[in-house]
């Protein structure tokens, strides 16, 4: 077993801990749009196909046999430096008749030696324990192939200040990670001010109600945070360019509160990695970043909205409500993606630009959706950039055959 303190940081406390079923999991990743809907976030502008080669990079106890099933059709290989983590990786693919996964006892750093290149890597909660964060992202993107998609997740500065003065706090008088230590902490954090900044992820997050997720929280002996500009830079640096925000609103100027207060518009006038740092700025509480990344040598549009637009198919993401109560003025309906934790970002909208949202199924192109509705082109056109915006579509640019 490797001597880095991080391996064997995990041998003692795997994360997460490991589930006692994924039976929901599984029934919620065979509804067919909704893998659709996740391939077009991730490759926006390819044709479908669910034959992908995905790295699962630090897959813990569960992440490779979740998308084993996600993406039934592909091959999927999954790596942890946590002999502890892949025995449980193990043990839930062979419950679940897993067939199509590979697992390997492996640092990020050495991701060549498994000699294969990947259409997607997924790298969440990882690269931020490494020693050089920026090492680890270079041997990622020597392993993604070309037109491939990395999505990554790694903390957030700002939001996570709470966090840290607690790890400071627990380093300071030299808590251990032993079960009767992390006890103690449990007890200890019950009686933490109400104003500590630790208090809301407290509140919110699983992660301190289990003793290992608890230790992965405050205890973990190594792990760094990225404020944006810092975060764009290390993938600049290291071969990526940044494609989007796997949930993108939160970091737009023109979603929510602020596309009404007095600076929207010096906002909207900043260039868009300024956009994005602002709105971390802005809005304060922000824990970790999730991203899209593609190969920096490749030159691939950022939006769907190109000259054919209108003969794309749109397709809500599957966490997209429409509700219908308690509305603002004027208003018909609002939409809401239930992924975002900030309750300023909702979409008005009319009851022409409903009946548009109601026909969306996964089947029509844009053009037959709006023509249920009487809205002008332009109308449409700007309804539908306030909902990707919003999270709340995206776009098969290649339209399935209709008994799809």
């Known amino acids: 077993m490797s001597d880095d303190p991080v391996a064997v940081f995990y041998q003692q406390h795997p994360y997460p ?9 599984q029934a919620t990743w065979r509804d067919p749009v909704r893998r659709r809907a996740e391939f077009h976030l991730l490759f926006p502008g390819r044709a479908y196909c669910e034959d992908l080669d995905v790295l699962i990079a630090g897959c813990g106890t569960s992440q490779a046999v979740r ?10 290989v999954g790596i942890d430096v946590s002999a502890a983590s ?21 640092p990020i750093e050495r991701v060549h030696e498994l000699e294969s290149e990947f259409d997607l890597i997924v790298s969440t909660g990882v690269l931020h324990h490494l020693a050089d964060p920026e090492t680890g992202l270079l041997a990622l993107r020597s392993v993604l192939r070309h037109n491939g998609a990395a999505h990554l997740m790694i903390y957030a ?24 230590e992390i006890i103690d902490l449990a007890n200890t954090l019950a009686a933490i001010p109400e104003d500590h900044p630790i208090v809301p992820l407290l509140r919110s997050s699983s992660d ?43 970091y737009l100027p023109w979603c929510g509160a602020v596309a009404q207060s007095p600076h929207a518009v010096k906002l909207q006038h900043l260039s868009p990695r300024n956009q994005y740092a602002a709105m971390e700025l802005f809005r304060g509480s922000m824990v970790r970043h999730s991203l899209i990344a ?10 769907p909205f190109g000259s054919r637009w209108e003969q794309a198919v749109p397709i809500r993401l599957p966490e997209t409500v ?46 037959e959706t709006l023509a249920v509705s009487d809205l002008p082109n332009d109308r449409g056109r700007a309804l539908y950039r306030r909902m990707w915006w919003y999270d709340q579509v995206v776009f098969d640019p290649n339209p399935l055959p209709r008994d799809w």
């Open 67 to 76: 998308h084993a099933m996600r993406w039934p059709q592909g091959r999927v």
């Open 208 to 250: 301190f109600g289990h003793p290992d997720a608890l230790a992965d929280a405050l205890l973990n002996p190594r792990e760094r945070s990225y404020p944006v500009p810092e975060l764009l830079a290390a993938l600049d640096a290291t071969g990526f360019s940044f494609r989007r925000w796997y949930r993108q609103a939160p």
């Open 322 to 367: 429409i509700i219908e109560e308690r509305l603002p003025p004027g208003a018909a309906a609002v939409l809401i993606n239930r992924s975002h934790s900030y309750r300023d970002l909702v979409l008005p909208i009319s009851n022409a630009e409903k009946r548009v949202v109601m026909a969306i199924d996964g089947r029509r192109t844009v053009a």
């Open 294 to 303: 593609h190969r920096g040598d490749e030159d691939r549009p950022h939006e």
């Open 17 to 25: 801990p490991p589930p006692s079923s994924l039976d929901g999991y």
């Open 86 to 106: 892949l025995q449980s990786t193990r043990e839930l693919a062979h419950r679940y008749n897993v067939g199509n996964l590979d697992i390997h006892e492996l």
């Open 157 to 180: 500065r700002y939001g996570r200040i709470g966090v840290e003065m607690f790890q400071q706090y627990a380093r300071l008088l030299g808590i251990g990670a032993s079960r009767a």
